[in-house]
């Protein structure tokens, strides 16, 4: 128990890591299963709540949800509690990916020439810009038809200019 703890003070890790943390200290199962449960009891172990707050990471350094998932489900995260933690973020933080999507996107198209940003270049929306942006988007994981719609709007956009 003071193993897990000391592994759980320096950020939150879902029961899966504590588990595989404690199995490579080489305790014996029935004292890892004990621990476990004891701080999920203890409220200091709850896979939801760290997936909530990983989905808030991801929003803060850009990322779309679907990079969540993938990285929550190497974490060790049933798929369960993963939808529904997603499904509790974006609608408690009123999360808009296409919105966020077309931020990231538009920084690549349209850049800023000087330091005090009063003026503003717009790279040409060519096939090779357009799959540049649709990799980048992907990457941070980003839905496809979020994706799309995305590179649909810097099209009308950039064709206004």
Do not use: C, W
Request: hydrophobic share 35%; net charge negative.
């Amino acid at each position: 128990m003071e193993t897990a703890a000391a592994y759980l003070a320096n950020r939150m890790r879902t029961a899966f890591e504590v588990r595989k943390h404690l199995k490579d200290k080489e305790y014996p199962a029935d004292e890892i299963e004990a621990a476990i449960a004891e701080l999920i009891e203890l409220k200091y172990l709850d896979d939801y709540q760290f997936a909530l707050r990983y989905y808030e990471y991801n929003r803060e350094k850009k990322r779309g949800t679907l990079r969540a998932e993938r990285e929550l489900l190497e974490k060790g995260v049933d798929k369960e509690t993963i939808r529904n933690a997603r499904e509790d973020f974006l609608y408690e933080q009123k999360v808009d990916e296409y919105e966020d999507a077309l931020a990231v996107a538009r920084k690549e198209v349209f850049t800023q020439n000087d330091i005090y940003g009063e003026e503003i270049i717009v790279k040409e929306l060519d096939d090779k810009m357009s799959a540049k942006i649709a990799r980048k988007l992907e990457s941070k994981g980003f839905s496809r038809g979020d994706i799309f719609r995305v590179l649909d709007t810097l099209r009308r956009e950039s064709a206004d200019l």
